[in-house]
């Protein structure tokens, strides 16, 4: 089992950045993936990045990149995502997850394993 624990959320203005944390725990040695994803109210939850806890290779969706990135800390077994030029429509709980195998699709939600309870990122105009 492998848990995790979200952190850094809350109320920014649009324009701002953010840094969320995950803290994993448990049997975090067979992580292979973790990754981000965010549901906004009445939508789906959707991919956000991805990054190999071996070798560090990272992947975003595409609409994000160059705002967001993803990185971790091995020995703190902690991932990160920073956050910048953020605007309303970032407004979304974001979720940790962890995926003990590799995924066939990282970008699909039902290969992660493990979820954390998320934490609310809010963005005003």
């Known amino acids: 089992q492998v848990q995790l624990v979200e952190s850094g959320g809350g109320l920014v203005q649009a324009g701002g950045s953010l840094r969320l944390s995950c803290a994993a725990s448990g049997r975090t040695f067979s992580t292979y993936y973790m990754g981000w994803f965010r549901q906004a109210p009445g939508k789906e939850r959707e991919f956000v990045a991805v990054i190999r806890w071996s070798g560090g290779s990272t992947y975003y969706a595409d609409s994000l990149k160059g705002r967001f990135t993803i990185s971790r800390d091995n020995a703190k077994n902690t991932m990160f995502l920073q956050m910048n030029r953020l605007q309303p429509e970032d407004t979304a709980v974001y979720y940790c997850?962890?995926?003990?195998?590799?995924?066939?699709?990282?970008?699909?939600?039902?290969?992660?394993?493990?979820w954390g309870q998320g934490t609310q990122v809010t963005v005003s105009s």
């Open positions: 997850a962890a995926a003990d195998k590799v995924p066939p699709r990282y970008d699909r939600r039902w290969y992660y394993d493990y």
